[in-house]
Nanobody
């Protein structure tokens, strides 16, 4: 059973930055497509970004394109999400998940083994 742990969340002012990390001690994350999602109160889960296990290609949803950057640190066995120019509407619980295939899409059904999430709060 793969257990993912998200870290790096917190409270930040609008325009600030946070760096989220997704880690596990069970499997090498480099072997898997990893996705980042978020869910704000009263809203559906939103897919944000993913990085493919096959060629390292990445995808970003329009709402975070140009502000968020996904990357791997294989030495630390983490997948990171650098979040810049944060906005109050970015406030949510952020989750990482392991993809079932090599395909990089931010569709929840493509993923299993979800982490518990980390809270990100952006104040105006």
């Amino acid at each position: 059973q793969v257990q993912l742990v998200e870290s790096g969340g917190g409270l930040v002012q609008a325009g600030g930055s946070l760096r989220l990390s997704c880690s596990t001690s069970v499997v090498p994350l480099a072997h898997y497509t990893i996705g980042w999602f978020r869910q704000a109160p009263g809203k559906e889960r939103e897919g944000l970004s993913c990085i493919s296990s096959s060629d390292g290609s990445t995808y970003y949803t329009d709402s975070v394109k140009g502000r968020f950057t996904i990357s791997r640190d294989n030495a630390k066995n983490t997948v990171n999400l650098q979040m810049d120019s944060l906005k109050p509407e970015d406030t949510a619980v952020y989750y990482c998940a392991v993809g079932k295939t090599m395909i990089c899409r931010v569709v929840s059904q493509d993923y299993d083994h979800w982490g518990q999430g980390t809270q990100v709060t952006v104040s105006s």
